[in-house]
């Protein structure tokens, strides 16, 4: 009927025909044993929730309450025996090489049960894929080796992710903003490092983490163009914590104030500035910022997508429970139409959130940054190849200056302006519908069950203030729905538009 | 807005804003911290004596029980107001009324008598009362026995307002007589109550709340028995609007701090108000939240007016204004940002506060249903 070309013509229109149906593109392509895999890692999920988060997160939450300064150390320390902090880390550095979509399945199950739980895991995760996506392997293998011995000796080692400043939130998350912005992380160049000054606030696990993945400028006038990523270490000299906040929700995942005063950060824990860009690109210091924080980006919303929809689970779980014990005018609740009306838009919020992020993560595995790792012969070489064989012949590579461009190249210049904002694009949709799914069904399961929902033992009110967080953070979802304009629409269906008002 | 319908309430206004900003304001945050619902008597002492004084916890209750028999219009101009600083206090307001309510509405002028004038402080004067219940929706409620010429109460009653702070309580209970549930005058102070620890609730901690358990404690009907269920009905809906009215005053709020805010703010080198989506958010909670003093000042009129439907107006309106004030805190939350989410700004407090508003007098959907009864009844 149609010739070939015609067709592919027609396919490749706005709305590009592949771009918008990825699960059945790359469903087919996704290695057999990631699913049985990631099977394993849900069931884990479960057990986990199940046997340590639920007995123990409203106490938490009430003691987060009781004591301002109370850090849930002891956690951490279970889930770093768990062996938690290492499980998604690939195993040419140690880690148990978990594929990272599936940490998206983990973060919804814990996350139905307690945000704050789930993101004293999930960020540290989020520091992991920040130092990853700076392509730089010498300073991966460093950081993660120390994850991977924190695990072995019992003293957890976390990382986190230091970017948002006092005077600059949602500046940081976007170049041309960030060029316009009031920055205030200084970073000077000495002889043999830098000199760090500043501060960071609202670092989520700052105080429970030993490594720091910290943005600062050259020129605080010019951020955009002189972004340097320096790994800071707590205890380093003039570097400081101050305040942890006194949030809303997720009060068991500490947010800290990160102090910078005269810190000297040696040479080799400078993962990238613009001097060591020349080395692999001709691109811009500012587009290769930007694509840097768009592929940290595309990982991590696509991962706060799936704490929406662990929130949006967790009030539908909640409400349900109660609509299944209650009844009305002697007639249990869930025989009336309206109850199981409402019920069913909350599970199809959940299973449409859903179906966004891994949406998003598709993109990721075959478009963006977890295309290496998930393209099949590599996979099932990493998956099946004994311990030994990374340890004897693939960490040792890692030093080397060859790996090193390799890698860089790989994640931060060769890829395709359209991959970039496909993943980009979906992974701000995940972020803010999923988020706005979940605060959309705290409020429906409130309006539910009336004053029981409003009492902590319940656990829908802790929802409820916990799943507010998810749309202000990792991007507001103002930004994120900006985003998605301009890296889905703008391309193919409105060039003309311009970003960010001038 | 209450007061360009009604000039007659400026002096009232001016008095309660100066109140709530002067006593109420610089106490919202300490208010709110754990452990939540342990009022501080003296403090409460305080700042009640003074609208205690001026009539103002009495302000529907008729002038021969000492109140300054005001219609609904003043009652609801002032939980506004206290609302924009500080909705428990509103909650506390309210409950007080409420039980007053259901004592006028049953006829019960000894109680009443016995109570209010004489009432020589806050604990006496302020009666608990279960404010987010509808006793008629209750599975299981206490039940009461009589006796020769008074009754005793035995079993639970979750979720009382000042429960642990009142001398007196306005509660539901069974009688074995009786089909409908009754309303009783209990004294807390009672051997035979149990009180809960202050319950650990989303929002406006400031006014406790508790469970209790009753034990053979001797109680006074109010009005007749069976007839609960009557008086509640008469006092929820005339009183339905001033739970909207206390959720137009959070609103108010929300759009003042997010508005204060955005101006200071500077993100992309400009403030932060001057980005288009940033007013659109703006201005959509302006809509809103005129839109709900609209509701709240048209349904007083139609109350004051005994408009002839004036009943499932003021359900119907009530429960639009809960929709958007639900809405409305949420954007001001957002937009300040990861500091809205903090304690040390009001937004995340009205986050809370304006979703423990929306269950008072019963949950959302079973007032809907109420609603709609009533409509096409
Ligand atoms: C509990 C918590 C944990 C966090 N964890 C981390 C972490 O681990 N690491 C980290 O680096 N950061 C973290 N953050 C910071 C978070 O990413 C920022 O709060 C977020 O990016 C928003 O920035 P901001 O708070 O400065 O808000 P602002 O940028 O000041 O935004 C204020 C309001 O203005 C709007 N706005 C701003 N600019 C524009 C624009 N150009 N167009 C339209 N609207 C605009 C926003 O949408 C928002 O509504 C955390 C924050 C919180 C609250």
Known sequence: MLKRSEVKSLISRFPRFE?????????????????????????????????????????????????????????????????????????????????????????????????????????????????????????????????????????????????????????????????????????????????????????????????????????????????????????????????????????????????????????????????????????????????????????????????????????FEIALKYANETEIDGKPMVDYEWVQCRLAEMYANVRLGRLAYMESNLANQHRGAYNLLQMKPIYYYSKYLPEMYFKMFVTPLLNSRMANWLMSKWYLDWQKPEDQNLTTGLASMAKFSCTDFGVRNCQMALELMGRAGLRHDSGAEKVLRDAKL??????????NRINLFKSLISPQASPRAAFFEE | MLTALNKDLKPFEELITSFSKGELKPHVEEHDRFPFGTLDVNLIEDAFRKIFDLGFLGIMLPEKFSGIGQGISAMCMMLGHVAEVDASYSLIILTSSLSQQIILNAGAEEIAEKIYPSANGAREYLIAFPSFTDPGQATILPQASSGRNSYTITGKLDYLVLGNFSNWAVLPARTAGSKGYSFFLVNLNDQGVTKSDPIFSLGLHACPIVDIALDNVSAQIIGEEGQGQKYFEMTSR????????????????????????????????????????????????????????????????????????????????????????????????????????????????????????????????????????????
């Open chain 1, 19 to 315: 771009d918008n149906t990825l699960s059945m593109y790359y469903g087919p392509r996704m290695p057999k044993a990631m699913i049985k895999e990631t099977e394993e890692v849900v069931a884990l999920a479960r057990k986990f929730k199940e046997e340590v988060v639920r007995p123990l997160y409203l106490d938490l939450d009430r003691k987060t309450h009781e004591d301002l300064d109370y850090i849930p150390e002891e956690v951490v320390k279970k889930a770093n025996e768990l062996g938690l902090y290492t499980m998604w880390i690939p195993k040419m550095f140690g880690g148990k090489g978990y594929n990272m979509p599936s940490l998206s399945f983990f973060n919804e199950e814990v996350g139905s049960v307690c945000l704050g739980f789930a993101n004293l895991i999930g960020v540290h995760y989020l520091g992991m894929a920040a130092v990853m996506m700076l392509g730089n392997t010498r300073i991966m293998k460093k950081i993660l080796g120390d994850v991977v011995a924190g695990e072995k000796t019992g003293n957890p080692c976390l990382i986190s992710y230091a970017i948002t400043e006092p005077t600059a939130g949602t500046d940081v998350e976007e170049v041309d903003l960030e060029a316009r912005g009031r920055l205030v992380c200084h970073a000077r160049k000495v002889d043999g490092g830098y000199i760090l000054n500043g501060s960071k606030v609202f670092i989520s696990n700052g105080h429970l983490s030993t490594w720091h993945t910290v943005y600062a400028y050259g020129d605080l006038k010019r951020g955009a163009d002189t972004k340097v990523a320096l790994m800071v270490r707590t205890g380093m000299k003039g570097f400081s914590f101050g305040r942890h906040e006194n949030k809303m929700g997720q009060r068991a995942c500490p947010a800290s104030v990160l102090i910078f005063e005269d810190c000297f950060v040696p040479d080799e824990l400078v993962v990238l500035n613009p001097d060591l860009l020349k080395s692999f690109t001709k691109q811009s210091p500012r587009d290769i910022n930007m694509r840097h924080i768009d592929y940290v980006f595309s990982l991590s919303r696509a991962g706060v997508g799936s704490f929406g929809i662990g929130a949006a689970r967790g009030a």
């Open chain 1, 470 to 479: 998810l749309q202000i953070y990792e991007g507001t979802n103002q930004l």
């Open chain 2, 238 to 377: 005339i009183m339905h609007v001033t739970t909207a009215a206390i959720n137009a005053g959070i609103m108010r709020g929300s759009l003042k701090e997010a508005i204060e805010y955005t101006k200071e703010r500077e993100q992309g080198g400009k403030a932060v108000i001057n980005w288009s989506e940033v007013r659109m958010l703006l201005a959509n909670m302006a809509i809103k939240s005129k839109a709900a003093e609209l509701c709240v000042t048209q349904t007083c009129k139609a109350i004051d007016e005994n408009l002839k439907d004036w009943g499932w107006i003021s359900i119907a309106s009530t429960l639009h204004v809960h929709d958007l004030a639900c809405d409305v805190v949420t954007d001001g939350v957002q937009l300040l940002g990861g500091y809205g989410y903090m304690k040390d700004y009001g937004q995340e407090k009205r986050y809370r506060d304006a979703r423990q508003v929306q269950a008072l007098l019963g949950s959302v959907p079973l007032k809907k249903l109420a609603l709609i009864n009533e409509h096409v009844a």
